[in-house]
T-cell receptor, first 115, second 113 residues
Framework: KAGVTQTPRYLIKTRGQQVTLSCSPI?????VSWYQQTPGQGLQFLFE???????NKGNFPGRFSGRQFSNSRSEMNVSTLELGDSALYLC??????????????FGSGTRLTVV | AQSVTQPDIHITVSEGASLELRCNYS??????LFWYVQSPGQGLQLLLK??????LVQGIKGFEAEFKRSQSSFNLRKPSVHWSDAAEYFC???????????FGKGTTLSVSS
């Protein structure tokens, strides 16, 4: 059974650009959540999608957005990149909508560096 | 709102010694509790989880955790640490209604020989 696949693994972007990250969940998982991980702030919740609808959103500016497709694959987009957006972006899939008892299965993440 | 505190930022344990990583949570009702492990450059792997029932839960890689409601704690333990256990460990809490997991800041475990 394939795990959660995130692409690309590494990305270097210039301040002011935009970036799109991709996540393919485990087959059959319909919930995809995104987290930002930085040394200073730790793991912070960005948003969660279930059946192509955003169900939960963390406390991030509108520059951060996402979507989910009918095959449950998800993308997140960050526009007008800032140096502080440099982080490891983790995608997590779950069998159901943010139901904690299922837990998350995480991908290996996309390391974004903004220069 | 729920929150998680991991009091120890960094712990060093000798190989073969026992390990206990602390986790305290804040939540009004019975929480859903998790421990995850992260190796450098990797995502998070679920070690174990607690929802209800027996307060001592067993996980993968020989880890166990005990839920203590009176202390709002969910400490992770392992009787004998191996060098391959060196990693960062995260405690997380979830509410019963569909909300995201809230993670602690993590504890980095180093294993000395």
């Amino acid at each position: 059974k394939a795990g959660v696949t995130q692409t690309p693994r590494y990305l270097i972007k210039t301040r002011g650009q935009q970036v799109t990250l991709s996540c393919s969940p485990i087959s059959g998982h319909r919930s995809v959540s995104w987290y930002q991980q930085t040394p200073g702030q730790g793991l912070q919740f960005l948003f969660e999608y279930f059946s192509e609808t955003q169900r939960n959103k963390g406390n991030f500016p509108g520059r951060f957005s996402g979507r989910q497709f009918s095959n449950s694959r998800s993308e997140m987009n960050v526009s007008t990149l800032e140096l502080g957006d440099s982080a490891l972006y983790l995608c997590a899939s779950s069998l159901a909508q943010a139901v904690p008892n299922y837990g998350y299965t995480f991908g290996s993440g996309t390391r974004l560096t903004v220069v | 709102a729920q929150s998680v505190t991991q009091p120890d930022i960094h712990i060093t344990v000798s190989e073969g010694a026992s390990l206990e990583l602390r986790c305290n949570y804040s939540y009004g009702a019975t929480p859903y509790l998790f421990w995850y492990v992260q190796s450098p450059g990797q995502g998070l792997q679920l070690l174990l989880k607690y929802f209800s029932g027996d307060t001592l839960v067993q996980g993968i890689k020989g880890f166990e955790a005990e839920f203590k409601r009176s202390q709002s704690s969910f400490n992770l333990r392992k009787p004998s640490v191996h060098w391959s256990d060196a990693a960062e460990y995260f405690c997380a809490v979830g509410a019963q209604a569909g909300t995201a997991l809230i993670f602690g800041k993590g504890t980095t475990l180093s294993v000395s020989s």
